[in-house]
């Protein structure tokens, strides 16, 4: 039997470790690399669940004020409607036109042979010009003339302090109806009156509360 002696083994073990170091090494990188990735992954992963989180509490809050945005812009045009009604009322009350000092003429202008029938009247708030119609019933020897003084009467002591006053008759026509007056019986004369005039000062009347204040002070 012969016999083979290796004189070269520990220089081939040697030689087949400098091969199998680089090959180790590699693995170890890759497994390196692996796990490293594998961590910024579930990292990224971590971020991506807090953004989504975030995006969807930041839209839940979004949508409770868009809510609540709407509410208040409609709240807001009902108070906006609701403050030009009071304000329109609150104007229409400061400029109305005051018909107690004027009716309270006509019940002195009135003489007892005039019967006043009908009346009515109108004043615009913006331009303070006014309409009068008068109807009623003359009484008199001449009822017709009884009526013309009437006019001229009214028109001069109940529209005193107004301007651009203006009356005419609508109709005047004599009736056969009499009337028994101070134990005589008067023929008597229908009339309708018509009066245009224009307020002189459209300001009105201290309120009620406003002469309270006043007197307070």
């Given at each position: 039997m012969?016999?083979?002696?290796?004189?070269?083994?520990?220089?081939?073990?040697?030689?087949?470790?400098?091969r199998r170091d680089p090959l180790k090494l590699g693995?170890?990188?890759?497994?390196?690399?692996?796990?490293?990735?594998m961590i910024y992954y579930f990292y990224r992963m971590e971020e991506?669940?807090?953004?989504t989180n975030s995006a969807k509490k930041l839209k839940a809050e979004w949508q409770m004020t868009e809510?609540?945005?709407?509410?208040?812009?409609?709240?807001?045009?009902?108070?906006?409607?609701?403050?030009?009604?009071?304000?329109?009322l609150v104007q229409s009350i400061e400029t109305r036109f005051y018909w107690a000092p004027l009716l309270e003429r006509i019940q002195k202008t009135v003489p007892k042979n005039i019967q006043v029938t009908s009346f009515h009247g109108n004043v615009e708030a913006q331009t303070g010009k006014g309409t009068?119609?008068?109807?009623?019933i003359a009484a008199g020897a001449e009822p017709r003339k009884v009526a013309e003084?009437?006019?001229?009467?009214?028109?001069?002591?109940?529209?005193?302090?107004?301007?651009?006053?203006?009356?005419?008759?609508?109709?005047?026509?004599?009736s056969d109806a009499?009337?028994?007056?101070?134990?005589?019986?008067?023929?008597?004369?229908?009339?309708?009156?018509?009066?245009?005039?224009?307020?002189v000062d459209a300001s009105p009347s201290?309120?009620?509360?406003?002469?309270?204040?006043?007197?307070?002070?």
């Amino acid at each position: 039997m012969a016999l083979h002696l290796n004189l070269y083994h520990e220089i081939q073990k040697q030689e087949m470790q400098r091969r199998r170091d680089p090959l180790k090494l590699g693995v170890y990188g890759v497994v390196v690399v692996i796990v490293f990735l594998m961590i910024y992954y579930f990292y990224r992963m971590e971020e991506v669940s807090v953004i989504t989180n975030s995006a969807k509490k930041l839209k839940a809050e979004w949508q409770m004020t868009e809510s609540k945005a709407k509410e208040a812009q409609l709240l807001e045009v009902q108070l906006t409607a609701s403050i030009k009604t009071k304000e329109d009322l609150v104007q229409s009350i400061e400029t109305r036109f005051y018909w107690a000092p004027l009716l309270e003429r006509i019940q002195k202008t009135v003489p007892k042979n005039i019967q006043v029938t009908s009346f009515h009247g109108n004043v615009e708030a913006q331009t303070g010009k006014g309409t009068l119609s008068v109807s009623g019933i003359a009484a008199g020897a001449e009822p017709r003339k009884v009526a013309e003084n009437f006019r001229t009467e009214f028109a001069g002591k109940c529209l005193t302090g107004y301007k651009d006053v203006d009356s005419k008759f609508s109709s005047l026509e004599e009736s056969d109806a009499t009337v028994p007056l101070d134990g005589k019986t008067l023929a008597t004369a229908l009339f309708a009156l018509q009066f245009q005039f224009t307020v002189v000062d459209a300001s009105p009347s201290p309120t009620p509360v406003q002469r309270l204040q006043k007197g307070a002070k």
